[in-house]
């Protein structure tokens, strides 16, 4: 399943403009005429805000070349709790007299079920780009550091079970062959008044099935976000001191996940000579700060953005802040 | 004829005790097997941490099987060492 289409996941913690920045990027490809599509995956969304555009579930034409999408996760989760409520009405067809839905209902307050969700949509999109081609860039606005790296930690903690899940079951379906070979017979079991065959190999059983098709889809996007020639994540900082030690712990668990972070754009800086004597503190703090990024942030290349006088609003806004956005 | 006859007897007798063994082991390793698959996948009922929550989630459709095997183990917990005694033949 190789394509040659790009994928950016612009990362930091609230506040400090990944929309505006990831929006501008998108915006400053859609002018090359590049086709680009920006995803917006943060819950409290405003890309649409930023575009000057109302956005929805699906890609709405917001300039020529550029699409973009706010994920609606209530609908997303609903509609992952639907397609599993038929699945096991289907397999538990004797339990058809209950009302199940009401009481898988509870599974959308699951802990931890934005993260599947968010990884579940990332994955989606992934893939029909790969089926359709219809983009040459994606770009991702995420949801603030803690989250998002949590979600992309998410494919190699998920490989990682389903390695050890699919090695007990191989185990489990061998055993059952040899018993088969011996007895001359399947093992059954009953469940309720059925009587249930038990599959022994591993083209027959549904629960390798399962598992294997889940690691297909994992790999899938670990493969994307892991290569270098076609994943890039771009940090947002801005000059003071927590954000860049969020960023800087961000930076070192995605290094151990080998995920390639190549930019760090140091947003919001405020140009020294233009600062009333009253600031002066601010500069400093924010010199402070900077000292930091040579330390921390080695090997990164760094883009540096200034203070907007006005907050940046609509595409010609944006355009202004792409000119100090030099991506690859 | 008789002795041959004899011998034959003896040697099936042998073999099906000896296959009756090996597969009383295998059926016990089978079953725990399935079981610490239950347990691993389910195991939040007794307050394990869980597995990703999209693998549980997605498997749970076909794990009724396990579930029975669960169920059938935890009735037999108490005797755990009766188990093991029966298992390696302890009397």
Redesign the interface.
Known sequence: MSSKFRTYFFIGKGGVGKTTCAASYAVKLAKEGIKTLIVSLDPAHNLGDVLDKSLTDTPVRVMDNLDAIEVDFEKMITKHLKE?SA??K???SYLRVLNLDKYIDV?KH?P??EE?AT??KITEILRDNIERKKYDVIIFDTPPTGLTIRVMA?PS??LL??G??LE??L??LE??R??ER??GERAK?K?GDKV?E?PSSITED??FK??TS?REEVELVNGILTDSKRSTVVMIVNPELLPMLEAKRAYEFLLRLKIPVKYLIINKLVEEESVPERFRVKVKEQRRSLELVDKYFRGLKLIKIPLMVKEPRGIDDLIKISEYLHID | MVKEGLVRRFLNALSGTLRAKSTEYIEVELRELENIFALILLGSFIGLPSPPTSISLRLMPYMARELVIMSRVSERLDDMLGEMAGLFEIT
Do not use: F, H, N
Request: charged share 20%.
């Open positions: 599993l699945k096991i289907d397999i538990y599974l699951s931890g079920i599947y990884l579940d998410l903690v998920t079970w389903i050890k899940l007990l079951r185990a489990i055993r059952r040899v018993l011996i007895l079991v469940i249930l038990l549904p629960i399962e598992l889940i």
